[in-house]
């Protein structure tokens, strides 16, 4: 089991930044991938962002250039910089594990919104 637990959310006017962080516990070693995926309302969840093991990272289309996911070496933190704010970057950002199982655990999400 993976244990995942997001910081971090807010509001914050267009333009802004935010950096939202997700401590990992638990089975850290069997690890293979982290990701931010949020969810807006009346729409459904998305991926935002993802690294796998071997430092490779895949963004969704429109966050790219603005998000930025990093992590520790020891996958103890993950962390998503967000910059340049847009309000339909408001949602509630989840951080989820991949172990080797292809199992995916999912933290409490965190609430970030976009608004003047």
């Known amino acids: 089991q993976v244990q995942l637990v997001e910081s971090g959310g807010g509001l914050v006017q267009p333009g802004g930044s935010l950096r939202l962080s997700c401590a990992v516990s638990g089975s850290i070693f069997g690890i293979r991938a982290m990701a931010w995926y949020r969810q807006a309302p009346g729409k459904q969840r998305e991926l935002v962002a993802g690294l796998d093991t071997g430092g490779v990272t895949n963004y969704a289309d429109s966050v790219k250039g603005r998000f930025t996911i990093s992590r520790d070496k020891a996958n103890n933190a993950v962390w998503l910089q967000m910059t340049t704010l847009k309000p339909e970057d408001t949602a509630v950002y989840y951080c989820?594990?991949?172990?080797?199982?292809?199992?995916?655990?999912w933290g409490q999400g965190t609430q970030v919104t976009v608004s003047s």
């Open positions: 989820v594990a991949v172990n080797s199982s292809l199992t995916r655990f």
